[in-house]
């Protein structure tokens, strides 16, 4: 069965950090870039970062440079998101999802169920 | 690139066709326009990629069809389970890969 299932979501202070996990498993992980998409309440899909299958490449959304890191592990099946100096308006339901593609960037064809994470004070 | 997803919201009564309208601020080679069923509490679905071909297990009442900068999701008759919200999203140009504001497909 072809799955992503995220982890690591919760309440966390403004300016803290988090470190959300996302897991594979049912497909190839090593063949296959994945994203990571958020929802803030209220609000439309929100594109957030890519890293190729390899991890060699590494694309950020404007409204979260400077502050994310992403890897993954092959190895572990799993890709990591870290987020720095969080700010209410990186509350929200995040998701990682594969993309269709292998060398290209094709679209988001398996989602995880996302990961809630509440930046409160 | 800034996609424009049209109307906003569209009420329909179930059996009636639905035509939403994803326009693209740049030209947008079709075989990277891709469009996802969203409903609350679920994750996005993948519904269209290439523009015009169903993903796996999407039935045939959706269908997709544009070029250039003017991309249309049709449901021929739509049926219960189709009231979402429905975005479009690009991957031909640099990123960041913005998604389409949504269209609400709601019951009338």
């Known amino acids: 069965q072809v799955q992503l299932v995220e982890s690591g979501g919760g309440v966390v202070q403004p300016g803290t950090s988090l470190r959300l996990s996302c897991e594979a498993s049912?497909?190839?992980?090593?063949?296959?870039?994945i994203h990571w998409v958020r929802q803030a309440p209220g609000r439309g899909l929100e594109w957030v970062a890519l890293?190729?299958?390899?991890?060699?490449?590494?694309h950020l959304g404007d409204s979260v440079k400077g502050r994310i890191t992403i890897s993954r592990d092959n190895s572990k099946n799993t890709m990591y998101l870290q987020l720095s100096s969080l700010r209410d308006d990186d509350t929200g339901v995040y998701y990682c999802?594969?993309?269709?593609?292998?060398?290209?960037?094709?679209?988001?064809?398996?989602w995880g169920q996302g990961t809630t994470v509440t930046v409160s004070s | 690139i800034v996609l424009t997803q049209s109307p906003g919201t569209l009420s329909l009564s179930p059996g009636e066709r639905a035509t939403l309208s994803c326009r693209a601020s740049?030209?947008?080679?079709?075989?990277?326009l891709v469009w996802y069923q969203h409903k609350p509490g679920q994750a996005p679905r993948l519904l269209m990629y290439g523009a015009s071909t169903r993903a796996t297990g999407i039935p045939d009442r959706f269908s997709g069809s544009g070029s250039g900068t003017d991309f249309t999701l049709t449901i021929s008759r739509v049926e219960p389970e189709d009231f979402a919200l429905y975005y479009c999203?690009?991957?031909?140009?640099?990123?960041?890969?913005?998604f389409g504001q949504g269209t609400k497909l709601e019951i009338k």
């Open positions: 999203q690009q991957f031909g140009s640099s990123p960041p890969w913005t």
């Open positions: 890293i190729s299958s390899d991890g060699t490449y590494k």
């Open positions: 740049l030209s947008v080679t079709s075989t990277y």
């Open positions: 049912g497909f190839t992980f090593s063949s296959h870039p």
């Open positions: 999802a594969k993309d269709r593609g292998t060398r290209y960037y094709l679209g988001m064809d398996v």
